[in-house]
């Protein structure tokens, strides 16, 4: 039988609602890791070393071969 919120009665709703919060706090403390690397390495000057589109390319990288602006 489900109780209203959609959990099983009992402790297996709990178990998945304390694991789903145990994620996302785990992500969130990655994710704000991430950032904070990134603005250390604003300040510092470095390059950004994401995974991903590059947030700039060297001048004529992004145009295909051949082509005139």
Request: aromatic fraction near 0%; proline fraction near 3%.
């Amino acid at each position: 039988m489900a109780s209203d919120d959609g959990t099983a009665k009992g402790g297996a709703g709990r178990d998945a609602r304390t694991e789903r919060e145990r994620r996302l706090a785990e992500a969130l403390r990655d994710n704000l890791l991430k950032r904070k690397a990134q603005a250390r390495g604003r300040r510092a000057g470095e390059a950004d070393r994401r995974a991903g589109l590059a947030a700039v390319q060297p001048d004529g990288a992004d145009k295909p071969d051949g082509a005139d602006e």
